[in-house]
């Protein structure tokens, strides 16, 4: 799901190229006006051993609660050198706010995000945990490019960044979704799917899983943990199950058994449907015990007007989840979970937390950018706020949030900046606005200035 709605937001950065090439024609300053967002361009490369700026968090007293996020662009700030971390706030005090269920002395779930695809996603780990008042984030995210087999392969300029992330502290987790087929998002028909997973099962791709498997282990990451053709009950992609369970269940694992073979991995494999039926029950899907170590769930707050209670009780939903698990004596994880078709939707990320405490998953990542996230997406400053404050400086200990809000009379949520006068703004799309750091706007006027 992540990609694919990556994939629809890059396309229009060719907009951008062809605002900036424009703009670079014109008288300067005068054709364009940009925001005055944090990105000034793209991150600086990542040295061997990166320390990447982060976005300076406001040190906060001990009694007051950390602020609502912003309204405008909470984008990560590359530019800003880094500032001394902020001591803990307390939570507002309330009598409805309690500690969740989770005992003293249980292992807390480990948290983390995606954050991006690239290096920039390594960078945004840093800047989040600064942003949440230090917390520990132990979960790297990301996904393998899915258009080729080659980048399936998982090429070392991809890889290395994250594996650096990964050896840096001996908790961390690092977290790749691989496809099983390449043109994963291409539409390919159920007649193809079919035979693709048939000749998969019967050992065509195996070379190209096990140099996988090598590069990973090369690059001191073999632990990994590996999402493999996840949301595979739905009809996204091409490494979806519902033409030929059969041929799936043996395809994944002439997989997990391909790159087992490699010397030094310790690879752990994520069985991951999307939450709900979708196309297939994906129970049907389910390869095996021998070779699935984690029952995972991508679930996110759609669709509209479903309360959480029904995500929970629905048939094949988080509830199904958690008890299929247990009679499999598996763990549980969320590599993709988030705001969605219900906006800015405060009671589900205070039920997800509470969730996720409950059942202590393995780890989860929560999908943070618009219109799913908390920090890089500004379009939800309540649940946002919510999510910082069971978070905010937290290490071992349960976490805790407000039932109450603050109002915007205490704590006002700035208004995006006013646009130049004479300046139409550009829709260019969240994904485009999130790397200028604001919105590019043409004046109309510079034509008649410069006769």
Not at 44 to 70: I, L
Not at 158 to 163: G, T
Not at 205 to 228: G, I, Q, S, W, Y
Request: some cysteine; hydrophobic content about 35%; proline content about 10%.
């Amino acid at each position: 799901m992540v990609l694919q709605q990556c994939r629809a937001r890059t396309r229009r950065l060719a907009v951008v190229a062809a605002a900036v090439a424009v703009s670079a024609t014109l008288a300067s300053g005068t054709g364009f006006a940009a925001g005055t967002g944090p990105f000034a361009g793209p991150p600086a490369p990542m040295a061997a051993t990166p320390v990447p700026p982060v976005p300076a968090v406001p040190s906060v007293g001990a009694s007051a609660a950390p602020p609502a996020p912003q309204a405008s662009a909470v984008t990560p700030d590359f530019t800003t050198p880094p500032v001394a971390e902020p001591s803990k706030p307390a939570l507002p005090n309330s009598s409805a706010a309690a500690p969740t269920t989770s005992s003293p002395g249980s292992e807390r779930p480990a948290y983390g995000a995606f954050l991006g695809s690239g290096v920039r996603g390594v960078y945004g780990m840093t800047g989040l945990s600064r942003w949440l008042g230090g917390a520990e984030l132990r979960v790297g995210h990301t996904y393998l490019p899915g258009d080729r087999w080659s980048n399936i392969e998982g090429t070392h300029r991809f890889l290395a960044p994250w594996a650096r992330w990964r050896t840096a502290k001996d908790d961390r987790i690092f977290v790749l979704n691989v496809p099983m087929q390449e043109r994963n998002e291409e539409g390919v028909s159920d007649a193809e799917v079919r035979l693709l997973l048939r000749q998969g099962a019967a050992g065509y791709f195996d070379h190209h899983f096990r140099a996988l498997a090598e590069h990973l282990v090369a690059l001191d990451v073999p632990d990994t943990v590996l999402v493999l053709g996840w949301e595979m009950n739905g009809t996204t992609y091409t490494h979806r199950c519902g033409p030929d369970p059969t041929a799936w269940k043996a395809y994944w694992n002439r997989i997990v058994t391909t790159m087992r073979s490699v010397p030094g991995q310790k690879f752990r494999f994520d069985f991951t449907p999307s939450r709900g039926r979708d196309a297939v029950p994906w129970t049907q899907c389910y390869p095996g015990d021998g070779t699935v170590d984690i029952i995972g769930m991508d679930t996110y707050d759609q669709p509209r007007g479903v309360s959480f209670d029904e995500q929970v009780k629905e048939p094949y939903g988080l509830q199904a989840q958690v008890d299929f698990a247990k009679s499999h004596n598996k763990p549980i994880s969320y590599p993709e979970w988030g705001l969605f078709r219900n906006g800015d939707n405060v009671e589900y990320m205070r039920r997800m937390l509470a969730w996720i405490d409950e059942h202590k998953p393995l780890y989860n990542t929560l999908t943070d950018y618009c219109p799913h996230g908390v920090w890089q997406c500004g379009a939800n400053p309540r649940s946002s706020w919510v999510y910082r404050s069971a978070l905010f400086g937290r290490v071992d200990e349960p976490a805790t949030w407000p039932t109450t809000l603050p109002t915007p009379a205490t704590s006002p949520v700035p208004t995006a900046p006013l646009l130049p006068t004479g300046c139409s703004p550009l829709n260019l799309g969240d994904l485009a606005e999130h790397w200028l750091g604001g919105r590019l706007c043409l004046r109309f006027d510079w034509w008649w200035r410069t006769r």
